[in-house]
């Protein structure tokens, strides 16, 4: 069963206004930056402070985190991370929700970010209020959010999941006769329902990256590269997830590279993950799973506009200033409740299967 609360319209406008705000910002930003990076480099190797970056970034930041002994990875292992490293300063390279479960795992730590506006359209498409008082009127229903959400809506959840282990969480409380509650994201939903037969109550929202890739030109390219494999972000829509491979996590995506015999694939998630997916599989060939399709646009052509915000200018300025403005700050007694489902995720561990 699919639920679509009364704003659902709103919503979608509200995120809307967000998405032109990114790529406004996109269109302004300075071209070049090269010859910035040695001397970030340089600087983040004199701080106290580790880069922990996700897939998505700039090629040439996820180089700068492995280079400094930080951390490139989707966004469970990023929160792990920034959990057990014992810098004194964190700098997050990812959207803000990454920032605040970095800051509410690691109370002590300063975490920033090189900029706060970069946020993510689930998260947006989540608003506080409205999604407590979906949960209000279900009060019988086990709350399970996706990590892409604000602080505020992690401290109303029972659980905290990414996709990496949404699928044995749900499919775990399920089998202790629970029904749940599923925000923000309706191909992740939906996939996990069909995954576990689970009774959940879906909250509307996408990711504006994902929602655009699309059967249209996939024929055409599988026909050209009849020995492809098709690896695809569970963010994206059914027609797609029905003809993958491989569905899962960021993580699990670059794994499946390696672990599948294809010499090539065709990748359905932000093109940002083509650096370390090369990295793994050097040999094999990768391929843009395509968008809309021929004639068509896209907003956010696989990049997200969001993730994009990050920029190694940004990260110079950090490191050069430390600017309030770019503090990750979350107010403590909503990270006292956040704490309490994103523990749950730390310490799940899939269950043996046989
Ligand atoms: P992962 O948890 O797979 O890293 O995904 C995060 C994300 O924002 C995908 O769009
Ligand atoms: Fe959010 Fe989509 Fe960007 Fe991931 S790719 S951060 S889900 S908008």
Redesign the pocket.
Known sequence: MTTQPDDYISTREHVRAYLDRALLDAETRSGSESGLYDAVKQKLMESDTHLVA???VDPQIQQLAEETNGLVA???EMARFGARTDARRLIVAG?SFMGETAKILSPTKRVFMPTLEAT?SLDVGCPENEFKSFCDSHPDREVIVY??TSAAVKARADWVV???IAVEVISALAMEGKKFIWAPDRYLGRYIQKQTGADMLIWDSA?V??EEFRLYDLDALQLAYPDAGLLV?P?SPEEMIDRADAVG???QLINAAARLQNPSFIVA??KGIFYKMQQQVPEKLLIAAPTRGAGGTCQSCAH?PWMAMNRLSGIERLLDDWPESCEVLVDEKLADQAMKPLTRMLEFKVPYSG
């Open positions: 996700h897939y998505y989707d966004s469970l959207v993510c990590a892409n990414t996709s990496s990711c990256v994902h972000h963010e996590s960021t993580t998630t932000d997200c």
